[in-house]
């Protein structure tokens, strides 16, 4: 039983990795084209408009995707209550949006903005139609299904961007790339996906689900408005120009956190939701999570940080030059999100959202209160406090878990010691090399070779345990793949 659930993992993994892995790559070559192309202004806009339809993707979901791969039993009742209450929301809320976008546009003095925030608001009705075919997925590790998925998406995405960009329609290529990747993820879901909706809806199973789902309605709301309270206090105190390079600082680590630790977290639901009962096991998954996710992801946040200023002349060109602060304090915030998302999702797994929406409103009293101390002190000292909140709510997390899995924060910290250690010395090794005047170019490409070679050569030589699992378990996959 043991060795299924590591073969569903192992699998479930490899699929995940090509979907972010893939999907990530395209876009971000897409994303570096449209740089190239469009202005700050552009994504200042798209950044503003993206927190509040983000805000109501929430309540669309409602927190029924997680209770729909957490429940131990599913049916088709259960299914298609969930598919038609997440339509009736979004239409809700798509009126609320589009009535109300006037008054936003108003707010931040952008006129273009009511506009571009009603036809963006769209991509709600996909995210309704799609959430349980998703859930249905990942209920059954079959990612291979959100890879096709997302490739198709993301490559109708870069076309339509590309092209609209090319062509002089500035922000509109971003929205309606966007929109398109939205409308052909939805057709592939509805082709490869064998679950449809019915004609069925109860209301009872949609309260049943929602006691768990609910919790985490309210905590995702709470961190959503959180998260993208800088964009908005961005938007507001300085100008929409400052947002886009904290935007664009943001992009990278973003994306690299979101393949590596995402990709991870996506599979080790799931498997921890199997394992609810069996504490042994459930500590024994997070802990692997966290010992893998710590392995992979400090040495890229490191060496994005020491690399940020040859990397953003050399793909974006200069004129993103000022967002390069804001990269390196983002990758220090990234650094610790896979002690985060592992430690919630063993408390999901377990059922405690009670837990989860207690740890959310803690944080996010204390990242408020840093925000508001930071701001008369300018937009670094705000990003700064993020990173501080990052740290903070690091250690918030891991608390419930010491009592729960018998699985402490000093014990954490032991297991991503080795990592962050020799990460911050390939870092300080790389870092040396920006002192030797050679061409952007040459600096950056000698950067990354010394940097893989020092990590992995000091792993090897240390004989870290995380680098020796990874290795048995590329060749546990190969094998299967024989």
């Not at 020491?306 to 990397?311: G, Q």
Request: net charge positive; aromatic share 12%.
């Amino acid at each position: 039983m043991e060795n299924d659930l590591k073969r569903n993992v192992i699998r479930g993994l490899f699929w995940k990795f090509m979907e972010k892995g893939g999907t990530q790559g395209i876009q971000f070559i897409i994303q570096i084209i449209l740089a190239r192309l469009l202005s700050p202004n552009d994504y200042g806009i798209i950044a503003l408009i993206t927190v509040f339809i983000a805000i109501a993707n929430i309540f669309v979901e409602s927190g029924f995707g997680q209770s729909l791969i957490q429940k131990s039993i599913v049916d088709d009742v259960d299914y298609s209550s969930v598919f038609y209450f997440n339509l009736i929301i979004a239409s809700i809320l798509y009126v609320i949006l589009f009535i109300t976008a006037p008054l936003i546009a108003k707010f931040y003095s952008i006129p273009i903005l009511y506009l571009v925030l009603r036809v963006q608001s769209i991509t709600l009705f996909f995210g309704a139609f799609n959430a349980v075919q998703i859930a249905h997925v990942q209920r059954d590790m079959n990612f291979k299904k959100i890879f096709m998925t997302s490739l198709g998406g993301i490559i109708a995405q870069g076309v339509v961007g590309v092209l609209m960009a090319y062509h002089g329609y500035g922000v509109w290529a971003l929205v309606l790339s966007t929109l398109s990747n939205n409308f052909i993820m939805t057709i592939i879901l509805w082709i490869v996906v064998d679950w449809k909706p019915k004609l069925l809806f109860s209301y009872k199973r949609l309260k049943s689900m929602f006691h768990f789902g609910s919790r985490l309605l309210i905590s995702s709301l709470i961190d959503t408005i959180y998260t993208n309270i800088y964009s908005l206090t961005i938007g507001r105190l300085y100008d929409q120009k400052a947002l886009g390079y904290y935007n664009r600082g943001q992009n990278i680590p973003n994306i690299l956190v979101i393949n590596i630790d995402g990709s991870i977290q996506s599979v080790l639901f799931p498997a921890l939701s199997a394992e609810q009962n069996d504490r042994y096991k459930l500590k024994k998954l997070t802990r692997r999570s966290i010992v893998t996710s710590t392995f992979l992801i400090f040495p890229v946040m490191i060496g994005l940080a020491v690399c940020a200023k040859p990397l953003t002349i050399m793909l974006l060109t200069e004129k993103w030059l000022p967002s390069v602060p804001f990269m390196q304090l983002s990758c220090i915030a990234f650094a610790f999100y896979p002690i985060h998302t592992s430690n919630l999702q063993a408390i999901n797994a377990m059922g405690r959202s009670d837990i989860f929406l207690k740890l959310e409103i803690i944080k996010k009293i204390l990242g408020i209160l840093i925000l508001i101390v930071s701001i008369p002190f300018g937009i670094y000292a705000l990003v700064t406090g993020s990173v501080i909140v990052s740290i903070l709510s690091m250690i918030i997390n891991s608390w419930p878990n010491k009592k729960l899995l018998n699985y402490s924060f000093v014990e954490q910290v032991k297991d991503m010691i080795p990592s962050m250690a020799l990460s911050i010395i390939m870092g300080a090794i790389v870092y040396c090399i920006s002192f030797l005047n050679l061409s952007i170019w040459f600096t950056l490409i000698f950067q990354i070779i010394v940097g893989i070679i020092v990590y992995i050569g000091g792993a090897k030589l240390l004989k870290l345990e995380c680098f020796g699992y990874l290795i048995i378990t590329v060749k546990e996959f190969c094998k299967m793949r024989r």
